[in-house]
């Protein structure tokens, strides 16, 4: 039997388990240079998936050697604005090899299909245990802080009360940390509300539900770390026991106000109540978010980057004209241009 493997199903480490079941013991797995290269330059730029690519071409070298399957690697490496051919590259190779292309992508799978080719297409996997980081995680938990080498640490107590504590006199070492980082990107990838919010050379950025999670590794950081961080206060605009007077000027003539404070001040806890209490008085309400954290309704849409540029967002924004926007946050000068831009409109 003959396997051609895609990108997708080496990075989610699948091909190994599928390789070690009786039925395909023996095989010939064959990797186009395509998918090496796709994996090399997903390494090189520092992301997660990418290291995971390598760490299972390495584990099929290993089980080739003890004589499980047969790796092969064949096709030329394609140039780097190539890439966007990759699945081209990938159907050829399975059509020539007449083998069987191994996918979790659906679109790969359907268009190998109309091309005659034989597909296994295996579901995106569905993450059914709980999370790993969750363990550290208890009611009055607002962050956990994992670092290798050092005991794992959170941030605990109500608002004004929180204190550093230690979880554990055992330090966290890379393996524990990568292993921790690999299941949370793949929760983010198969759960519809999760998501990959920014990746970076040596940063990931994860939202997991009410999680934000920072993933920072080498050469970002001096060491492999992840940061997760959850809200603990939900409160409502009457919870901040406002003066009649500002509470009819939130009402009556609120465009332009920004809330401002130092951080974990709960600038973002009272622009939620804000949001929340517009979409109470019946206004259509949009977020401008990076990342998008704020914990509001499903009535609220909330709005990343788009193409990677808030002002991208902005135009979209203008188009849609709700009646109320809420920036979070603004940090650097072009954000308070683009606030400046929003408001002269």
């Given at each position: 039997m003959i396997l051609i493997p895609d990108t997708s199903v080496i990075i989610d480490g699948r091909i190994t388990k599928l390789v070690r079941k009786k039925q395909y013991q023996n095989s010939?797995?064959?990797?186009?240079?395509?998918?090496?290269?796709?994996?090399?330059?997903?390494?090189?730029?520092?992301?997660?998936?990418?290291?995971r690519g390598l760490e299972e071409l390495n584990m099929l070298r290993k089980l080739s050697d003890k004589g499980l399957m047969k790796?092969?690697?064949?096709?030329?490496?394609?140039?780097?604005?190539?890439?966007?051919?990759?699945?081209?590259?990938?159907?050829?190779?399975?059509?020539?090899?007449?083998?069987?292309?191994?996918?979790?992508?659906?679109?790969?799978?359907?268009v190998a299909?109309?091309?005659?080719?034989?597909?296994?297409?295996?579901?995106?996997?569905?993450?059914?245990?709980?999370?790993?980081?969750?363990?550290?995680?208890?009611?009055?938990?607002?962050?956990?802080?994992?670092?290798?080498?050092?005991?794992?640490?959170?941030?605990?107590?109500?608002?004004?009360?929180?204190?550093?504590?230690?979880?554990?006199?055992?330090?966290?070492?890379?393996?524990?940390?990568?292993?921790?980082?690999?299941e949370i990107i793949e929760y983010a990838k198969v759960d519809r509300d999760s998501f990959i919010e920014i990746e970076r050379e040596g940063a990931t950025v994860v939202q997991v539900r009410q999680l934000r999670i920072a993933i920072a590794r080498p050469p970002f950081s001096d060491g492999y770390e992840i940061t997760a961080v959850r809200p603990i206060a939900e409160v409502g605009l009457e919870d901040y026991r406002l003066s009649e007077k500002l509470m009819s000027r939130l009402r009556e003539r609120a465009e332009g106000i920004i809330v401002a404070g130092p951080p974990g001040a709960g600038k973002s806890t009272f622009s939620q109540a804000l949001a929340e209490f517009y979409k109470e008085q019946g206004k259509i309400v949009k977020t401008m978010e990076s990342p998008r954290d704020l914990m509001v309704s499903e009535e609220i849409t909330q709005y990343a980057p788009l193409e990677g540029d808030m002002e991208k967002t902005a135009d979209i924004l203008l188009l849609v004209r709700p009646d109320y926007t809420i920036y979070d946050e603004m940090r650097k000068t072009k954000d308070f241009q683009l606030f400046a831009d929003m408001r002269l409109a």
């Open positions: 010939r797995v064959i990797v186009p240079e395509a998918v090496v290269a796709e994996i090399e330059n997903q390494a090189n730029r520092g992301k997660e998936s990418g290291f790796l092969e690697y064949i096709g030329k490496r394609p140039r780097r604005f190539e890439f966007k051919d990759n699945d081209a590259i990938i159907r050829n190779a399975a059509s020539e090899a007449s083998g069987i292309l191994i996918t979790s992508d659906k679109i790969q799978s359907k299909r109309s091309k005659g080719i034989e597909v296994l297409y295996l579901e995106p996997k569905k993450i059914k245990r709980k999370l790993s980081i969750l363990k550290f995680f208890d009611d009055a938990t607002m962050s956990v802080h994992l670092r290798d080498k050092v005991v794992p640490m959170a941030k605990r107590g109500k608002p004004g009360e929180i204190k550093l504590v230690r979880l554990s006199d055992k330090a966290c070492t890379e393996k524990e940390l990568v292993e921790i980082a690999r």
